[in-house]
Structure formats: structure tokens, C-alpha cells
């Protein structure tokens, strides 16, 4: 039969499935890989994310560097200039005082600082772009570099050969020249570095501006993409998940028709194949148990009828009791009323009489009826004593006839218990008429005894015991098997049909012997308190 309830377990069209369940045949588990590749996508997703900052983070510093080799630049040759004007000053006023071995001294450690901070411009000029250099000023320099120290060496013969006068000439013509040539210098580096600063500066506010755009728009991208795949990660597995937990809650509350869908073939479709094939199982199951049951009422019924005929001989000793008692009491009635003076009073009483024995034969064929009515398990609270006591009145006979006596051991305030009143009677007539059956043949006095107390957890516990033949240990195992007998006419149902009664209740059935004598049957059934719904 098709389900009626379908729950999807995956993600694509159902294949049929054929019992019994294979759970080796799905080899192909993606739940794991497909989770690995989501936090693959992720991850890259992120390192993406991050190579976008660097980018533009390097643009942000390469702007700064510009900034940074154009101020090493302007530094460079302000100190080429100082050089050069630091040379003249000094060799000035060496020239003046003619001071020929300081003048040497003085004019080569000048040359070298000039020749140092020249090398050092002429290197930071090549780290500048070609497009923004002035060509003039690396002429202009290298100018300068070369003409410096050949004015040291002619300057150096001159003092050699002591003509101070030429000296001081050369340093206020030709190095002054070249004071105005590194101050020129200065002024084109000056110019050129300017514009460069300019265009760092736009570059650099380009850069920021890009920068607080791109970073805001990547990460909320990323944050986008990484939350997608989470999702359809966590959907694929969550969805079927709750598919499965549905289905499970079905078959908590007993709907054993539902299925879930299954497709795909990693493990949760897997595990959607094991569930259907549970609740399968647990649906064909729940009928075999309802069509054992229906089995087990039809042979109750049965076997109480035959009990019940069995029963009628003596029965109908019970009934004709009060029967002829109520005769008896009509005659007398029609005496009183038939005399001379009729004596009502008398009448009246007589009259009583007869109806209280109707009413008692009344009762004893109610509950004749009752026990043949085929009933469909009306459940209703019961008082376990009031049972006891109607099941003494149907069966006092038939205890009398083997000279049985019937006593009872009923505790008071006992709590009610929720049951069907007919299938409770057929199993206090079973069990009471085990016990009789089992002291029939005995020649010692025989005794029936029925216990009803409070047992554990406010359960009802009853017993009844009998004086009988007894149990035989290696009897015990198989009093509750359906066809157990010793009875040349028994059925071997009476017991197994009492036990499902009892379970069916919620309560226990089992059986011991006694310690001196015969039987003794316990069952116990849930009180109020915690009794069936
Ligand atoms: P039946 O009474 O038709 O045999 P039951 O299921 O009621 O079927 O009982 C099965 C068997 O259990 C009986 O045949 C009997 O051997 C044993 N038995 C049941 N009650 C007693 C008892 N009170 N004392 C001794 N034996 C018993």
C-alpha cells in the first residue's frame, strides 16, 4: 500500500525500494565533500577577499613612497648645494689667511663630502620616472660634479706654488659659478618635485577613496557568497534532517503509514531508506499484532461461551432460587389477601418479598448476559472488589458442588482502575476456574482464596489462591503458551487470553506456588493515579 504521508528525506525524484533492506547499498557518501567544497569556496573566497586589501593597501603605500623618494630627493640637493657653498666659504677664508697645508686639507675633505651627497642625488634622481624628469637637471649636475674637483686640483698647483691672488680669483669666479649652478639645481628639483607632490597627492586621495570603497563592497560580497553557500550547505542537510524528525515523531504517536521520500544517495538518503524500511517493518508488524488480537478475542469469546454452557446447569440451580422463593411469597401474599379479613399488612410485606427476589433473579440474569455479549472493549473506572464479588456470585455454585470454599481478602480504599468490566470478569473466570478445576479430585478440604490489595506505585494488586494440585516447576515457562494444557478437554487458552487482557491494561500477569499447597496467581493492573488514559 502506498503511504500516506510523505516526507521528503533529499532532494531529487523517490526510487522504489525493495525489502529486505540492503544497508551496504549506497557507496557513494557526499556529505562530506559537498561541506568540504562549501568551506573550500569559502576559504578562497576569504583569500580573494584579502588579496583585494593588499592590492589596494600597496597602491595607499605606493603613493606614500612617491611622497617619501621625492623629499630624499629635495634633501639630496640641498646638501649638494650646501656642499658647494660650504666649499667656497671655507676655501675663502683659507685663501685669505693663506694657510696652504689647511687649504689642502680642507679643499680635498670638502671635495670628498661634495662628491659623496653628489653620488647620493644622482642616485635618487634615477629612482625618479623618467617621464617626470627635467633632463637639464641631470646635465646640470654631472656639470657640477666634474668641474669641482678639477677646480680643487688647479686650485691646490696655484697654492703650491704660492699665488694666493690667483686662488682667491678661481673662488670668486669660477666656484662661484658653480654656487649658482647647484643653486639652479636646487630650483629646478625644487620645480619638478613640487608637480611630482601634486600628483602623489591626487594619487594618494584616488587611492584612500578607492580604498574605503573597494574594502566595504569585498567584504559585504564575501560576506554575501560565504552566507549562500552556508545556507545551501546547512539546507541540504537540515531540510531531510527534518523530514526524518517528522517522520520519527509520526512514529512515536503510532502512525506507522509514514514514509519519508528518498533520493539522492548520500547518507541522509541512507538513512531515510533505514527509517522507511523501520516503519515497514513496524506497519506490517501492527498488523500481524491486530489480526492476533482480533484471533485472541474471537477465541476468548469462544472459550467463555464454552465455559458459560458448562456453567448454565448450576446457573440455572441459582436462578430458580429466588424463583421459587418468589413463588413461595406470591402464595403467601394470595393467602393474606384470601381470608376472611384480608390482613394487608402482612400482604405487603409478602408482596416485598417477591420483588427483592425478582430483583435478585434479575441480576443474576443480567449478568449472565453480560458475560455473553460480545463487547468492543468499553473501557470505563472500575471497582475491582465490586467485580470480585459478582464473579463469587456466579461461580458459588459451581465451587459448592466439589464442597470449595470461596474467601476473599479485599483491602478497603483501593484505588479504581480503568478497564473493560467484561474482559476483567473473563479473567477472574478463568483464573477462579483453573483454581477450582485444579482442587476438584483433591480429598482435603479446598479453599479459594481472592486477595485484592494496593501494590507498588499505587498499582492494584490481585491474587488468587488455590489449595490445589500445584505448579510443576518445569511447568512454569509454559502455563502462558497458547494450547498449554493438562485438561484432557482444556484449550490452553485461558491463560495466554488473560495475560494479553491484563498487558492490555497496562498491568502484569504471572503465576507461583505456594508454600504449602496449590496455585497462586498475581496480576496487577495501574491504579487511578497512573492508570491509561
Ligand atoms: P485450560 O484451562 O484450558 O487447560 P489454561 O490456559 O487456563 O487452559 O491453563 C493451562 C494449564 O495451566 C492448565 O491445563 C493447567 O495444567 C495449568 N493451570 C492453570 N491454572 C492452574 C492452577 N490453579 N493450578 C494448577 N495448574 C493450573
Known amino acids: ?57 600597496g597602491r595607499v603605500e605606493a603613493s606614500a613612497q612617491r611622497f617619501y623618494e621625492t623629499d630624499q630627493r629635495s634633501l639630496a640637493v640641498m646638501r649638494v648645494h650646501l656642499d658647494v657653498v660650504t666649499f667656497r666659504e671655507t676655501l675663502s677664508g683659507l685663501a685669505r689667511a693663506q694657510d696652504g697645508r689647511e687649504f689642502a686639507s680642507q679643499a680635498a675633505s670638502l671635495r670628498d663630502d661634495f662628491l659623496k651627497d653628489a653620488a647620493r642625488f644622482q642616485a635618487s634622481l634615477s629612482l625618479a620616472r623618467d617621464a617626470d624628469q627635467d633632463p637639464t637637471i641631470l646635465t646640470r649636475l654631472q656639470t657640477v660634479r666634474a668641474a669641482l674637483p678639477s677646480q680643487v686640483d688647479l686650485m691646490l698647483e696655484l697654492v703650491k706654488t704660492g699665488d694666493w691672488e690667483a686662488v682667491q680669483l678661481r673662488l670668486g669666479n669660477q666656484v662661484e659659478s658653480l654656487v649658482g649652478s647647484s643653486s639652479s639645481l636646487v630650483e629646478n628639483v625644487d620645480r619638478e618635485v613640487a608637480e611630482e607632490r601634486v600628483a602623489a597627492l591626487e594619487s594618494a586621495d584616488r587611492a584612500r577613496r578607492e580604498l574605503s570603497l573597494v574594502l566595504p563592497v569585498t567584504a559585504v560580497l564575501i560576506l554575501l557568497m560565504a552566507t549562500a553557500l552556508g545556507w545551501y550547505a546547512t539546507r541540504a542537510i537540515s531540510r531531510p534532517l527534518a523530514h526524518l524528525g517528522a517522520g520519527a515523531q509520526a512514529l512515536a504517536r503510532g502512525d506507522f503509514e509514514c514514509e519519508v521520500e528518498v ?19 513496524l506497519r506490517e508488524r501492527k498488523r ?28 440455572a440451580h441459582e436462578i430458580r432460587q429466588p ?45 449472565i448476559r453480560l458475560l455473553f455479549k460480545r ?28 464442597s470449595i470454599s470461596i474467601r476473599t481478602q479485599t483491602a478497603e480504599n483501593l484505588p479504581r482502575v480503568m478497564a473493560d468490566r467484561v474482559q476483567l470478569q473473563q479473567v477472574f473466570m478463568n483464573l477462579m476456574l483453573n483454581g477450582i478445576e485444579a482442587m476438584k479430585s483433591m480429598s482435603t478440604p479446598a479453599e479459594l482464596t481472592i486477595r485484592s490489595q494496593r501494590g507498588d506505585n499505587g498499582d492494584l494488586l490481585v491474587s488468587i489462591s488455590d489449595t490445589g494440585v500445584g505448579l510443576l516447576p518445569e511447568q512454569a515457562d509454559q502455563l502462558f ?17 488473560s495475560r494479553s487482557i491484563i498487558e492490555s491494561h497496562g498491568g502484569r500477569l504471572w503465576a507461583g506456588t505456594n508454600a504449602g499447597r496449590g496455585a497462586t496467581f498475581h496480576f496487577t493492573l495501574p491504579g487511578e493515579a497512573g492508570g491509561p488514559e
Open 263 to 281: 533520493s539522492g544517495s548520500d547518507e541522509l538518503a541512507e538513512l531515510g531508506g533505514a527509517f522507511n524500511y523501520a516503519a515497514r517493518q
Open 323 to 367: 424463583i421459587t422463593a418468589a413463588l413461595t411469597n406470591a402464595r403467601t401474599c394470595v393467602r393474606w389477601l384470601s381470608r376472611d379479613q384480608p390482613d394487608s399488612e402482612e400482604a405487603r410485606v409478602a408482596a416485598s418479598r417477591i420483588v427483592e427476589d425478582l430483583r435478585r433473579a434479575e441480576g443474576i440474569i443480567s449478568r
Open 375 to 402: 463487547g468492543n472493549g468499553q473501557r470505563e473506572w472500575i471497582d475491582v472488589n465490586e467485580v470480585i464479588r459478582e464473579m463469587i456470585v456466579l461461580l458459588r455454585n459451581e465451587a459448592n458442588q466439589y
Open 288 to 315: 500481524a499484532e491486530e489480526a492476533l488480537r482480533q484471533a485472541q478475542a474471537d477465541l476468548a469469546y469462544i472459550n467463555r461461551a464454552t465455559t458459560m454452557g458448562e456453567l448454565t446447569a448450576s446457573l
Open 1 to 57: 500500500m502506498a503511504p500516506d504521508n510523505v516526507l521528503s528525506a533529499a532532494n531529487a525524484e523517490s526510487p522504489a525500494r525493495t525489502t529486505p533492506y540492503n544497508y551496504h547499498r549506497y557507496a557513494r557518501l557526499t556529505i562530506g565533500a559537498r561541506l568540504a567544497v562549501c568551506f573550500a569556496a569559502i576559504a578562497l573566497l576569504m583569500i580573494g577577499g584579502d588579496a583585494i586589501a593588499v592590492w589596494q593597501f
Open 481 to 497: 503458551e497458547a494450547f498449554f494444557t493438562t485438561k484432557p478437554d482444556g484449550t490452553g487458552m485461558g491463560l495466554p487470553i
